[in-house]
Nanobody, 118 residues
Framework: VQLQASGGGLVQAGGSLRVSCAAS????????MGWFRQAPGKEREFVAS????????YYGDSVKGRFIISRDNAKNTVYLQMNSLKPEDTAVYYC????????????WGQGTQVTVSS
């Protein structure tokens, strides 16, 4: 399964943006789809994750209440709706997948750049 992230861009602080992650094929419902981000000079940070069933959804502390992860099972696509964006949200955003119970994400898409101007 390949993952393709898209939808990044430049947005002003306070604005919104939605990024997408399309999977080349549907994985089992027992998989997590996650979003991570990495800013220059910083470690990769967990942003959000969901199972394909939507039964388990998690958010990183820095995005809780502002970002929403969702999925369209028919399109094998996971979305990250980013609201009330801040300059510190600027990063390359990556999508990834892993089987439930697995510690590490083992499939990664290419990143999509999100830049928030002040």
């Amino acid at each position: 399964v390949q993952l393709q992230a898209s939808g990044g861009g430049l947005v002003q602080a306070g604005g919104s943006l939605r990024v997408s992650c399309a999977a080349s094929a549907r994985t089992s419902s027992n998989y997590y789809m996650g979003w991570f981000r990495q800013a220059p000079g910083k470690e990769r940070e967990f942003v959000a994750s969901t199972t394909w069933s939507g039964a388990y959804i998690y958010y990183g502390d820095s995005v809780k209440g502002r970002f929403i992860i969702s999925r369209d099972n028919a399109k094998n696509t996971v979305y990250l709706q980013m609201n009330s964006l801040k300059p510190e949200d600027t990063a390359v955003y990556y999508c990834a997948s892993k089987a439930i119970g697995r510690r590490e994400y083992d499939r990664w898409g290419q990143g999509t750049q999100v830049t928030v101007s002040s």
